[in-house]
C-alpha cells in the first residue's frame, strides 16, 4: 500500500525551531509537498521538493531524501500563529494525485 | 483573486438522506481535485477532473458517490444515500493545466464539514 508517516503532535516554544518529520512509502514518487492547516481552514500549500536537498522558503526550509523516502519541514523563529496542523503530501503518478499523511498538530507555547 | 469556495459549510443530515456539495475552483483552473478527511486521519484523494472530464476517479469509495462538473467550472459532488461512515471534511482543490515535468500548486478550499447522524 501506499502510506506517509509523521508525528502526530509537536509541542515547542516561541523563537525555537522545530523539525517535522515524514516518510513515504508509495508506488510512485514525483515529489513531496508540505501543508499548513489552521483549524476550520483551508489547507494552504507551504513548500514542494522534487530534487534533493533543502528548499528555503522565509522561516520555513523543506528537506527532501529521495534514497532514504525521507523529507522535513523545519520551522524557524516559531510564532504563536503556527500553531497548526501540518501535512506532508506525495504526488504519486501522473495525474497530479497527492497522496497525504495523517497530520502533525503543532502546538506553540509562549 | 478570489480562492477555491466551498459550499455549504457544514451540513449535518440523516442517514439515508441526500446531500450535495458544491465546489468553485480557482478561475482559470482545469484541474480540479476532490479530498475527504475523516475522523481526523489523513486526508484522501477522491477524484480528479480536468475541465469536465474525469482523469482519475480511484479514490471514489463507492456508487453511493457522484462527481461531476458540468461546463468545466463548477463541480458538484453528491452522496446518495448518505451512511454514518461518510461524516468527515470534504476538500476541494484546484491547479492550473499540467505543464510537463512541473509540479502545479494545488490550492484548496476551506472543506465542507458534513455529520451524517
Known amino acids: 500500500g501506499q502510506s506517509l508517516e509523521q508525528p502526530s503532535e509537536v509541542t515547542a516554544v516561541e523563537g525555537a525551531i522545530v523539525q517535522i518529520n515524514c516518510t513515504y512509502q508509495t508506488s510512485g514518487f514525483y515529489g513531496l509537498s508540505w501543508y499548513q492547516q489552521h483549524d476550520g481552514g483551508a489547507p494552504t500549500f507551504l513548500s514542494y521538493?522534487?530534487?534533493?536537498g533543502l528548499e528555503e522558503t522565509g522561516r520555513f526550509s523543506s528537506f527532501l531524501s529521495r534514497s532514504d523516502s525521507y523529507g522535513y519541514l523545519l520551522l524557524q523563529e516559531l510564532q504563536m500563529k503556527d500553531s497548526a496542523s501540518y501535512f506532508c503530501?506525495?504526488?504519486?503518478?501522473?495525474?497530479?494525485?497527492?497522496?497525504f499523511g495523517a497530520g502533525t498538530r503543532l502546538a506553540v507555547h509562549p | 483573486e478570489a480562492g477555491v469556495t466551498q459550499f455549504p459549510s457544514h451540513s449535518v443530515i440523516e442517514k439515508g438522506q441526500t446531500v450535495t456539495l458544491r465546489c468553485d475552483p480557482i478561475?482559470?483552473?482545469?484541474?480540479l481535485y476532490w479530498y475527504r478527511r475523516v475522523m481526523g486521519k489523513e486526508i484522501k484523494f477522491l477524484l480528479h477532473?480536468?475541465?469536465?472530464?474525469?482523469?482519475?476517479e480511484s479514490g471514489m469509495p463507492n456508487n453511493r458517490f457522484l462527481a461531476e462538473r458540468t461546463g468545466g467550472t463548477y463541480s458538484t459532488l453528491k452522496v446518495q444515500p448518505a451512511e454514518l461512515e461518510d461524516s468527515g471534511v470534504y476538500f476541494c482543490a484546484s491547479s492550473q493545466e499540467r505543464a510537463s515535468g512541473r509540479q502545479e500548486t494545488q490550492y484548496f478550499g476551506p472543506g465542507t464539514r458534513l455529520l451524517v447522524l
Open positions: 477532473f480536468v475541465k469536465e472530464s474525469k482523469q482519475d
Open positions: 521538493n522534487a530534487l534533493d
Open positions: 503530501a506525495v504526488r504519486s503518478g501522473g495525474y497530479n494525485k497527492l497522496i
Open positions: 478561475s482559470g483552473h482545469d484541474n
